[in-house]
């Protein structure tokens, strides 16, 4: 695929803006494979020993089966983060399609993953973007992408992703690290 220096020069912007080491310039979620689960909604504070922050999800739009979330960090000087986010189903599982919606001039939004697992006391968010699930999409050429440095940034469409996200994203290798939450407020 070729691409302008314009559009090369947006991928860079995209990275810088974006919050993981897989991004991608299109949406995982479609109307077909987007879900809504309304007991993720609510306040859920971390529950690891070393996180001391807080999510807040909201249903920003049920029709749309769209999140409102904002991620506050335990410690005082760091900045809230404020994402839009939409679950989609790749097999059996969730992901969360996460975009950072700060307003960035000049920068493409990267949406970065994260598997959802429910849990006994909870639900633990996995980031999908370990160096051997961004190994298969690079230098196995897995899905199609551009390289921003030394890492890939996918510009694959939401089907294709979908269907290798299924085969190799849900696999243990594919989780960069987790993060438990426990709730505090909601349903």
Request: charged share 25%; aromatic share 8%; glycine share 8%.
């Amino acid at each position: 695929m070729r691409f302008s220096w314009l559009a090369l020069g947006l991928m860079g912007m995209l990275w810088l803006a974006g919050c993981g080491d897989l991004l991608s310039v299109h949406p995982l979620a479609t109307a077909e494979t987007t879900v809504f689960d309304a007991s993720l909604t609510g306040e859920w504070a971390c529950a690891d020993k070393d996180c001391k922050g807080t999510a807040l999800i909201r249903a920003a739009s049920v029709e749309k089966k769209e999140y409102d979330i904002v991620w506050i960090p335990g410690d005082a000087d760091e900045e809230a983060l404020r994402l839009k986010g939409k679950l989609v189903k790749v097999g059996e599982r969730v992901v969360f399609d996460l975009v950072s919606t700060k307003k960035q001039e000049l920068a493409v939004a990267g949406h970065f993953f994260m598997l959802v697992e429910k849990t006994s006391d909870g639900v633990k968010f996995h980031w999908l973007d370990s160096e051997w699930l961004r190994n298969r999409v690079a230098w196995q050429n897995a899905l199609a992408h551009t390289m921003v440095g030394d890492k890939p940034v996918i510009t694959a469409g939401s089907a294709e992703m979908n269907a290798f996200l299924a085969k190799a994203g849900l696999d243990g290798k594919a989780v960069s690290d987790s993060l438990a939450f426990r709730r505090v407020k909601g349903q």
